[in-house]
């Protein structure tokens, strides 16, 4: 099938061709594991799994790897050179402090590496949760920078070999942006713009010892950092963008990858200078064939910040923080995939109510159609029309709300058999991913499915204080009550 993107890179939707197909190398900037993943960073994870996903459905084999960052960021990463304060030493600050107030979270809140193994554990069950298939992948497909330190040693010195790199009077490691003529090409950021701090993307201290103020760390020299490692240039950490470059090579074996994702943030300074990194290694006329960003989701209109309190964990939006009520995971994945992934997405409690409805729809046709066909499941190829279209739609820079209406007007309209329309719903959700796993009673609890069958014996025998108490008792559990012709049901509330 045909399939297009937007390339940041080129500012142009082109046809999608990857470099040995059907193998797809896709490389994600993943989470910094310093704090819990917030939903708009998950709704740039949910994106590379939705990508992922529909490149499957496409005929592709894809290899996904999302990195995990737990060393390198700073307070002032939006610097070209970073700077600032270590954003694990902080994290490791509030571990104590919530354990000062009975919290404990780790053992020993001043070991970095328990810090980040907290956080980890946290992100890879929130990424289970929104059914992130990489999260299936961990540890292989998504490695911790620190894992990869010698490898990022190794790029240092070929950089400093090549002349794209040296070592500063301040004895840090700088990348030389003069030396490596695209630099910009990606953000627009030129040198030419970037001289004398333009729009305050340099750190005035450093600027005495760089040969240009957009120059930017590779390796800091620091014995007394609180992750440090030897290196030629001294004991100390690497830069930030680095760890991309060497986790890309390394995990995908590839010196040109076919895509790379990241939020519409990561673009400057951070891909620019992995573009600048692993080009300067490889020669290649190319690092990623695509490179795809993510807008920022805002909420009710407003940039997410923690100052206006609408800053919401996966888990707060789980647990009922926004609407008040629990939310079941699969809403709020499609909450976050519903948008067009180059338009801002606006986070709201009436979102996440559409969203619930719409995911019940989907679900409510999988039961009735589960239960029409008995059993059966027909093999369905993208020639189905309407598979065919929902994923023409996809291959169009993934037009997500062409593909769903696609789906929607599909489940009010079709008439074909039952065991037809589940082989399609099913193919749909390989990329919504929606549906439960598996609908045996979708999804209720044997104890639940007893309670219905007691209350209809209580209402049979006009013992109506007891069908009264079962019924509370389902619902308290999270659960709709349904009266049907067969008898009395039970379903999971979505929201
Ligand atoms: P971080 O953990 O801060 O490195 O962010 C992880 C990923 O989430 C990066 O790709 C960011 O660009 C992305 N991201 C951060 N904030 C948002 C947001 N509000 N909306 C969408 N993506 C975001
Ligand atoms: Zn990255």
Redesign the pocket.
């Given at each position: 099938m045909d399939i297009q993107f937007y390339n940041t890179l080129t500012n142009r939707i082109e046809p999608f061709q990857p470099g040995e197909p059907p193998l797809v190398t896709m490389y994600?900037?993943?989470?910094?594991?310093?704090?819990f993943?917030?939903?708009?960073?998950?709704?740039?994870?949910v994106f590379a799994d939705v990508l992922r996903r529909f490149l499957e459905l496409a005929g592709y084999d894809v290899k996904q790897v999302m990195n995990l960052?737990d060393v390198g960021?700073m307070t002032e990463d939006q610097l070209a050179d970073g700077g600032g304060l270590d954003k694990m030493q902080l994290a490791g600050q509030r571990l104590k402090e919530s354990k000062k107030s009975g919290k404990a979270a780790v053992e020993n809140p001043d070991d970095p590496y328990q810090v980040a193994q907290f956080f980890i554990d946290a992100f890879i069950q929130d990424a289970k949760t929104l059914k992130l298939k990489v999260a299936n992948e961990y540890p292989q497909r998504m490695p911790r920078a620190t894992q990869h330190i010698a490898k990022m040693q190794d790029l240092i010195r070929k950089l400093i070999e090549k002349k794209h790199a040296y070592v500063a009077s301040d004895g840090a490691v700088y990348y030389d942006v003069q030396s490596f003529p695209d630099y910009g090409k990606l953000s627009g950021n030129t040198l030419d713009k970037l001289i004398g701090g333009a729009g305050g993307r340099v750190d005035e201290a450093a600027q005495s010892s760089k040969k240009h103020p957009a120059d930017f760390l590779l390796w800091k020299p620091d014995p007394r950092h609180i992750m440090k490692w030897d290196s030629p240039w001294g004991t100390g950490y690497p830069g930030w963008h680095i760890e991309c470059s060497a986790m890309a090579m390394e995990l995908l074996g590839r010196e040109v990858i076919d895509i790379h994702?990241?939020?519409?943030?990561?673009l400057f300074p951070h891909h620019e200078c992995e573009i600048a990194q692993t080009r300067g290694v490889t020669d290649c006329p190319q690092f990623a064939r695509y490179w795809m960003?993510?807008?920022?989701?805002?909420v009710e209109g407003e940039?997410?910040s923690k100052s206006k309190r609408n800053f919401y964990t996966v888990r707060d939006v789980l647990e009922g923080k926004v609407s008040g009520k629990p939310v079941d995971p699969a809403v709020l994945r499609y909450e976050l995939l519903k948008t067009h992934y180059r338009s801002?997405?606006n986070f709201t409690a009436k979102g996440l109510e559409d969203s619930a409805s719409a995911v019940r729809k989907l679900r409510d046709a999988a039961e009735w159609w589960e239960r029409e066909a008995g059993g059966a499941i027909a093999e369905i190829d993208l020639n189905h029309p309407i598979l065919g279209a929902f994923a023409q739609n996809l291959g169009d820079d993934l037009n997500m709300s062409g593909a769903l209406g696609v789906a929607f007007k599909w489940l009010s309209e079709w008439k074909g058999s039952a065991a037809e329309s589940l082989g399609v719903l099913k193919k749909i959700d390989s990329v919504l991913a929606v549906l439960p796993d598996s609908h045996a009673g979708s999804g209720v609890e044997p104890a639940i499915a007893e309670k219905c069958k007691a209350l209809d014996a209580a209402r049979a025998g006009k013992d109506f204080a007891s069908a009264d108490r079962l019924r509370k008792e389902i619902q308290d559990a999270g659960y709709e009550v349904m009266t049907t012709k067969q008898g009395t049901t039970a379903r999971k509330k979505l929201a």
């Open positions: 994600n900037c993943g989470p910094t594991v310093y704090d993943g917030h939903i708009g960073n998950f709704r740039a994870f960052t960021h994702t990241g939020g519409e943030d990561n960003h993510t807008r920022f989701l805002l940039k997410m801002n997405m």
